[in-house]
């Protein structure tokens, strides 16, 4: 269940790939014009998967809409976790079903100096920032990291927006994140953005405690579909459920879950909230962690998982809560 969120219906007014790999899904609410929103909001998105739904959330792509529409882009992944299939599966005049925009990933303004730092298609939630940021007078530095350079999106706005304060690096011709080098050029009182796979997050937040700085001034969001080990079908026994959950691999802990009657509670569906979060009684070995919620330490003990993006290799069980006895003593 979500927590907050008005449901609104949308058409997909237009659909074009940016860069390879990533479609640009502009959607039209079917009464009144998209509502602003703060740079780095994301959208919540109900979509079909056969006789089901599933649920994705999806960072806004620029700082506002300026036609009537909002506007997301999606990474086709392979193996899905569901979404991405189920939008690529999409065509124009499609309905949707999408809440109002959220923020869990704002700018602080009134810094001395922003960096933004991208990792493929984690360019979605920054490029709203540094359109922001630069009309407002901060010239933003952003270093965006691709594999290909073909994978790069939006990179002629980009460099007409910033200039030479855009750095690109293209894994396959030897460009790599320096995060030190990156960070010891920053003034102190420097805020960092970034938003990325979490390999890449996992490094600049090391760099950034190494260098000393305070960890309010890391902000990062990520798209919770990287992990460190491949997306596989695995299995789940939940405490007091009385059958084990199959969890395959385009479907969520989270959508597994709310399939076999367990209704966990969720906001960001991105790994950050932590709402969802899960206890792990025995299979701690077999996790995969691609949250930004839990600290190093806390994915290392092994004893919670976020269930909206990570998963395990194995058997795993846990404990969510559900009590179906209690449930229904308090009914009598
Ligand atoms: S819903 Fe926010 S971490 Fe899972």
Redesign the pocket.
Known sequence: MQVDGRQIRVTVRAISEPAEDIRLFELAPESGAATPYPAGSNLTVTLPQGVRTLTR?YSLVGEAPTDGAWRIAVKRVSPSRGGSAAMWALAPGAVLTVTEPTSHFELALGRPEYLLVAGGIGITPLLGMAERLERLGHRPRLVYAARKRSQLAFLDRLQALLGDRLTILVGEEGGRLDCAGEIARLDPAAEVYMCGPVGMMAAMRAAWTAAGRAPIRLRFETF?SSGERPAVPFTVHVRDLGSAVEVPVDRSL?DALADAGID??????????????VEVTAGAEALDHR?V?LSAEQKHAGTRL????SRATGEITIDTGYRPALDRAGQQ
Do not use: I, K, P
């Open positions: 959330c919770g989270l966990l509670a969720y906001d960001c569906l991105r790994g950050e909230c932590g709402l969802c979060a949250d919620f976020c269930a909206c993006v």
